[in-house]
């Protein structure tokens, strides 16, 4: 019986270690990387909290190291996905009766071992299988998913008790219930935050989760996986399906007790999801809630008055930090005639001292992107800039697979505002920059605005507070986060909720309490102490 109200530890966002030499953190991080460097890794499915092999396996393999065997993975067929499914809704009831601070109380319980036990652990799962740095390891699969844990936590009591007015004899109250059915999560490979707050969010909140990780970063989802399962998570809440969009993803969406989606990647896919749904509607038991954030083409927009060291450190640590595989990376920029002599200098000036290479040496700020396919596809579009006349590269522009997916941190400058490397997402490290004529600062707004489907991040540089105010007004619709005299990525959660609209997604602000509204069907619940005795009002006397 729940004889309180309970009220959860409050939130702070979680320190960020720095890993300077001879540190603690970073002699628990190296440990943790020969560990996991030195085995092979056999990682299962999880369906009702056993684990599955289906003998349908994949290769992990660094993406800085292709020759380097982490282990293997085995892939979800048509029967998993189904025995999946069926587990999910047969554990679902339970789960979504049981106390929610008994619910909550797990996911507590992960962030403080993800914060102690499992922070080298996941970090180190984190830089082998998706090549991140140490630095942004950190910031992702410790400080950014312990967040995630904590804050969900703080808003799913904040939501519960936004409850409605009663009239005097009447109690009014709202009940918060959990979908009905299944929330289908579909996470990315570039952060591992992500993956673990697409899923633990909807099961706070008493949802049950089939989750089907990146084939790219299987390896970091098992390790959250043996989290939550050593946090006391019930089996069958979140079942883990590795495998392909084809095996997992359609049987899920054809589904007729698919509840939601909870999806970050790309554009197409997430189209075609919303499509698939919409063509079978009629099907459902519920309408599925739909949240989405796929792509981004984030901006960096210079005033005459900005300030230039600031301005140039912000378009390094923006466009290159984990090899621009952010959604919210910057990849393209406008830097006013008037500074960009001293802009160009100094940015090619520091572009040229960035290390590339393996993200075991710490002294690397790059490592290499995600896998072949995104390797050829960056390099169809440098290529492309070396043979065209409206574009050149002023620095980088080198590209080597031979060990592992390498590409150098590159810079464009194009005379053409709307270039194919203005407008399209690459997702890869590079930046396309164009110069405007001071006097056209309010119309290459309008550009910028107009050039991009989408409208996930971006920011504006500037002295003049005139300036920011109008930047304000004329790119109101083209970020969802915008962001004054700093980087457009680097959300923080509870700080800066997350999301952008137009082709970036349904900007349902990871990181908030908007989210978890989402995943939850509210029931009003109203009782009358003392009701009428007929049916007569005092009018008809």
Same mark, same amino acid.
């Given at each position: 019986?729940?004889?309180?109200?309970?009220?959860?530890?409050?939130?702070?966002?979680?320190?960020?270690?720095?890993?300077?030499?001879?540190?603690?953190?970073?002699?628990?991080?190296?440990?943790?990387?020969?560990?996991?460097?030195?085995?092979?890794?056999?990682?299962?499915?999880?369906?009702?909290?056993?684990?599955?092999?289906?003998?349908?396996?994949?290769?992990?393999?660094?993406?800085?190291?292709?020759?380097?065997?982490?282990?293997?993975?085995?892939?979800?067929?048509?029967?998993?996905?189904?025995?999946?499914?069926?587990?999910?809704?047969?554990?679902?009831?339970?789960?979504?009766?049981?106390?929610?601070?008994?619910?909550?109380?797990?996911?507590?319980?992960?962030?403080?071992?993800?914060?102690?036990?499992?922070?080298?652990?996941?970090?180190?799962?984190?830089?082998?299988?998706?090549?991140?740095?140490?630095?942004?390891?950190?910031?992702?699969?410790?400080?950014?998913?312990?967040?995630?844990?904590?804050?969900?936590?703080?808003?799913?009591?904040?939501?519960?008790?936004?409850?409605?007015?009663?009239?005097?004899?009447?109690?009014?109250?709202?009940?918060? &219930?959990? @979908?009905? +059915?299944?929330? *289908?999560?579909?996470?990315?490979?570039? $952060?591992?935050? !992500?993956?673990? /707050?697409?899923?633990?969010?909807?099961?706070?909140?008493?949802?049950?989760?089939?989750?089907?990780?990146?084939?790219?970063?299987?390896?970091?989802?098992?390790?959250?996986?043996?989290?939550?399962?050593?946090?006391?998570?019930?089996?069958?809440?979140?079942?883990?399906?590795?495998?392909?969009?084809?095996?997992?993803?359609?049987?899920?969406?054809?589904? &007729?007790? @698919?509840? +939601?989606?909870? *999806?970050?990647?790309?554009?197409?896919? $997430?189209?075609? !999801?919303?499509? /698939?749904?919409?063509?079978?509607?009629?099907?459902?038991?519920?309408?599925?809630?739909?949240?989405?954030?796929?792509?981004?083409?984030?901006?960096?927009?210079?005033?005459?008055?900005?300030?230039?060291?600031?301005?140039?450190?912000?378009?390094?640590?923006?466009?290159?930090?984990?090899?621009?595989?952010?959604?919210?990376?910057?990849?393209?920029?406008?830097?006013?005639?008037?500074?960009?002599?001293?802009?160009?200098?100094?940015?090619?000036?520091?572009?040229?001292?960035?290390?590339?290479?393996?993200?075991?040496?710490?002294?690397?700020?790059?490592?290499?992107?995600?896998?072949?396919?995104?390797?050829?596809?960056?390099?169809?579009?440098?290529?492309?800039?070396?043979?065209?006349?409206?574009?050149?590269?002023?620095?980088?522009?080198?590209?080597?697979?031979?060990?592992?997916?390498?590409?150098?941190?590159?810079?464009?400058?194009?005379?053409?505002?709307?270039?194919?490397?203005?407008?399209?997402?690459?997702?890869?490290?590079?930046?396309?920059?164009?110069?405007?004529?001071?006097?056209?600062?309010?119309?290459?707004?309008?550009?910028?605005?107009?050039?991009?489907?989408?409208?996930?991040?971006?920011?504006?540089?500037?002295?003049?507070?005139?300036?920011?105010?109008?930047?304000?007004?004329?790119?109101?619709?083209?970020?969802?986060?915008?962001?004054?005299?700093?980087?457009?990525?680097?959300?923080?959660?509870?700080?800066?909720?997350?999301?952008?609209?137009?082709?970036?997604?349904?900007?349902?602000?990871?990181?908030?309490?908007?989210?978890?509204?989402?995943?939850?069907?509210?029931?009003?619940?109203?009782?009358?102490?003392?009701?009428?005795?007929?049916?007569?009002?005092?009018?008809?006397?």
């Amino acid at each position: 019986m729940n004889h309180c109200i309970s009220q959860s530890p409050t939130p702070k966002n979680e320190p960020v270690l720095n890993y300077a030499p001879d540190s603690l953190e970073t002699k628990d991080l190296k440990t943790s990387l020969r560990a996991l460097s030195g085995s092979e890794t056999e990682v299962p499915l999880v369906i009702n909290g056993k684990a599955v092999r289906t003998g349908k396996t994949e290769t992990i393999t660094p993406p800085h190291k292709q020759s380097h065997k982490l282990g293997h993975y085995h892939k979800a067929g048509p029967e998993e996905v189904k025995a999946a499914i069926s587990g999910a809704l047969a554990v679902a009831k339970d789960w979504a009766l049981m106390p929610y601070e008994a619910r909550a109380a797990i996911f507590l319980k992960a962030a403080e071992l993800l914060s102690t036990k499992y922070r080298p652990i996941l970090n180190a799962a984190t830089m082998l299988g998706q090549s991140k740095s140490c630095y942004q390891a950190e910031i992702d699969s410790a400080c950014e998913l312990i967040d995630f844990l904590r804050f969900n936590v703080h808003f799913q009591e904040q939501m519960y008790s936004m409850q409605p007015l009663s009239a005097p004899g009447i109690w009014n109250r709202m009940e918060y &219930r959990p @979908l009905e +059915g299944f929330v *289908f999560a579909v996470t990315p490979f570039n $952060f591992t935050a !992500i993956a673990g /707050n697409l899923t633990t969010s909807a099961a706070l909140l008493g949802n049950v989760v089939v989750w089907k990780p990146a084939s790219t970063a299987v390896y970091s989802g098992h390790f959250i996986m043996k989290l939550l399962e050593e946090s006391g998570l019930p089996p069958g809440v979140i079942q883990f399906l590795p495998g392909s969009g084809a095996d997992v993803g359609d049987l899920c969406i054809k589904d &007729r007790n @698919l509840a +939601g989606v909870h *999806f970050t990647g790309s554009t197409g896919v $997430f189209q075609g !999801i919303w499509k /698939n749904i919409g063509n079978q509607i009629h099907q459902y038991r519920s309408y599925p809630r739909i949240v989405g954030e796929t792509g981004g083409k984030d901006f960096v927009f210079a005033h005459p008055s900005a300030d230039v060291e600031g301005l140039v450190a912000a378009i390094v640590r923006g466009a290159f930090e984990y090899q621009g595989q952010k959604c919210s990376a910057a990849s393209r920029a406008y830097i006013p005639k008037s500074i960009w002599k001293e802009v160009k200098e100094k940015l090619v000036a520091e572009v040229k001292t960035i290390k590339v290479g393996d993200i075991a040496d710490f002294t690397n700020f790059m490592g290499a992107v995600i896998d072949k396919r995104s390797f050829e596809n960056i390099r169809g579009y440098i290529d492309e800039v070396k043979k065209s006349s409206d574009a050149e590269i002023i620095v980088g522009g080198k590209c080597n697979d031979e060990e592992g997916y390498f590409i150098e941190p590159t810079i464009i400058e194009t005379k053409n505002p709307v270039y194919r490397t203005m407008s399209e997402e690459i997702f890869g490290p590079v930046m396309t920059i164009y110069v405007y004529e001071d006097n056209k600062f309010e119309e290459t707004l309008k550009i910028c605005d107009e050039t991009s489907p989408y409208a996930l991040t971006g920011c504006i540089w500037a002295q003049d507070r005139a300036a920011i105010v109008i930047a304000l007004k004329k790119l109101s619709q083209s970020a969802g986060n915008f962001y004054i005299n700093n980087k457009p990525t680097g959300a923080v959660v509870g700080q800066q909720p997350f999301g952008g609209a137009r082709g970036s997604g349904t900007n349902d602000k990871a990181g908030s309490l908007l989210n978890l509204l989402r995943w939850v069907s509210v029931r009003t619940v109203s009782e009358t102490f003392t009701p009428p005795r007929n049916y007569r009002y005092p009018y008809m006397a």
